[in-house]
């Protein structure tokens, strides 16, 4: 009784499945017009979803800058209001320093040329960087 109804069961299926309507696939068909209309929707969705995407990331920055700006005047101006409570003036500018000159390079011994270095002119001291021991390796 069991095999006969898988059998039953796996020819119902074939022939439902066999039963479709034979319905033309031609006038399915889509023209190109459509398709490069359907792009350009697709495109133009993209575009506007990363225009605002960038348009948020701009009015975060702002209210960034905006919160700090209004930090910096409000901490000015408690300076100033702490400053007039003591009786002092404050001033927002420091001071800059005068600039000292700078003097002129003080003239020096020190050798021009690496055979002029002090006990390059023995005849055992090495005359050169490449006459050192080890320079070849």
């Given at each position: 009784m069991r095999k006969q109804s898988i059998f039953l069961m796996a020819l119902a299926?074939?022939?439902f499945a066999s039963c479709g309507d034979n319905k033309s696939t031609e006038g399915d068909t889509t023209t190109q017009a459509q398709m490069d209309s359907v792009a350009k929707a697709t495109e133009e969705q993209a575009?506007?979803?990363?225009?605002?995407a960038n348009d948020s990331l701009i009015q975060v920055e702002a209210k960034r800058v905006a919160d700090s700006t209004h930090m910096a005047d409000s901490m000015a101006a408690a300076e100033k209001a702490a400053a007039e409570k003591k009786g002092t003036k404050h001033t927002s500018t420091?001071?800059?320093p005068k600039a000292t000159p700078t003097p002129a390079p003080a003239k020096s011994d020190a050798p021009k040329n690496?055979?002029?270095?002090?006990?390059?002119?023995q005849t055992a001291a090495p005359k050169n960087i490449n006459d050192r021991p080890g320079a070849n390796k």
């Open positions: 299926s074939f022939a575009r506007a979803a990363q225009q605002a420091p001071k800059t690496i055979n002029d270095r002090p006990g390059a002119n």
